[in-house]
Nanobody, 120 residues
Framework: QVQLVESGGGLVQAGGSLRLSCAAS????????MGWYRQAPGKQRELVAA???????NYADSVKGRFTISRDNAKNTVYLQMNSLKPEDTAVYYC??????????????WGQGTQVTVSS
């Protein structure tokens, strides 16, 4: 019904930047909150940043001042600009969206994940 497709991950040196994108498609009536989570090996998945349909944002303390989340509601796309990357940012990054579908109801959808590796 709804698909989230992420792009933009990769390998970067410490101090570098990456920009992740996540596009939602399918039977979408509207999208409420969108966000990015990450999961490092041996650790639990954690919230990195989230943004409401109105543009209010929330960040994990570990990324405040370095990462910026934004969205384009017309394109059903959310972005994560990651600057001053650190080796501890290495993880699989997942896109998440709370979507009201055309058939009715609000559901939680996840992307397939994109690997971000920061070398020291």
């Amino acid at each position: 019904q709804v698909q989230l497709v992420e792009s933009g991950g990769g390998l970067v040196q410490a101090g570098g930047s990456l920009r992740l994108s996540c596009a939602a498609s399918g039977s979408i009536f509207s999208i409420n909150e969108m966000g990015w989570y990450r999961q490092a090996p041996g650790k639990q998945r954690e919230l990195v940043a989230a943004i409401t349909s109105g543009g209010s944002t929330n960040y994990a303390d570990s990324v405040k001042g370095r990462f910026t989340i934004s969205r384009d509601n017309a394109k059903n796309t959310v972005y994560l600009q990651m600057n001053s990357l650190k080796p501890e940012d290495t993880a699989v990054y997942y896109c998440n969206a709370w979507v009201e579908i055309v058939a009715g109801g609000e559901y939680d959808y996840w992307g397939q994940g994109t690997q971000v590796t920061v070398s020291s």
